[in-house]
């Protein structure tokens, strides 16, 4: 059986069928733009990757110093820089809500990423301390030399890589019987960021005593040319301590003497020239001429010393200064002496 549609019925359907495209194209229109939308929005996002660790040298932590990618126009100050020598942890929580304020494109793997900053400096010498120290117990009334030794050598004071090196000593306290003291040092004087420590100590009195400069042997004479001068300890010293020159110029080694280091009056001998009963040769000298004559020294004697010599013509006891190798210089008049 077949059924006729009638005429309206077929009106409305056909009006029905050609509104149909243009739903399809505005609904098709509409997914176009939402689609654009989500690229656009993403655009807006820096992808990045987080650095594992940073060494800052100025006083600001910068996005990138915590965010590897990061373009330079958008690179600005989210932190101060932690003091010199101390390190700062960024947690994952705290480094999200970074990225989400300044439009960066990352979020944590892990509840453990992190980023540790470390703000760069130098750690001032304890060379530096002391001497530093010294200067200022000098300018106390401590006497002008002596070396400071700081018992708490381990501490450290690290300043800014572009800080002066420069120091600041307060509240200082010291006993000159003791020779103890102690006090504040700052380093560098006068910036905010500086660091304090306390330091205690002792300091010692210096005198300045002769050493050798270079190695002698025993058997060699010591000349003027083998001696400096060096600072030591006067606490180090006793009475047995060369402490002149005039000392040990002439004198010859007992035993090896090590370099720069004070020389006992044991450690040297005298270097003698004649010996008691070696035959030697006096000499006397006139204005108008120089006699000489044999003799048989009566003592030892270094260069220098004065002994006693018989003359081997006359028999007679002259006295003389030992001048050379078994050579005496009579020291009266020489004709008299000689004979």
Known sequence: MHRHIRPLALATLLAGLSALPAQISAQASQTLVSTARVPAAAAALLPVSLQSTSLVYGRSIMLGDLFSGVESDRNIEVDRAPLPGERR????????????????????????????????????????????????????????????????????????TDAPMNFAVDRLSFDNRTQRFQAAITAPAGDPEAQTQQVSGRFYNLVSVPVLSRSILPGDIIQERDITWKMVRAGQLNGAVVGQPEEIVGTIPRRPIPINQPIRTTDVKPNILAKRGDKVTLIAATPTMQLTALGIAQESGAEGDLIQVINSSSKKAVRGRVVGPNTVEVITNGHVALN
């Open 89 to 160: 942890i960024y947690t994952a929580s705290t480094l999200q809500r970074l990225a989400q304020k300044h439009g960066l494109e990352w979020r944590p793997n892990s509840p453990l990423d992190k980023v540790a900053v470390e703000r760069a400096s130098l750690v001032v010498p304890m060379e530096e301390v002391e001497r530093e120290m010294r200067q200022a117990l000098i300018d106390a009334g401590a006497p002008a030399e002596i070396e400071v030794n700081i018992y708490n050598r381990g501490l450290r004071l690290h300043i800014a």
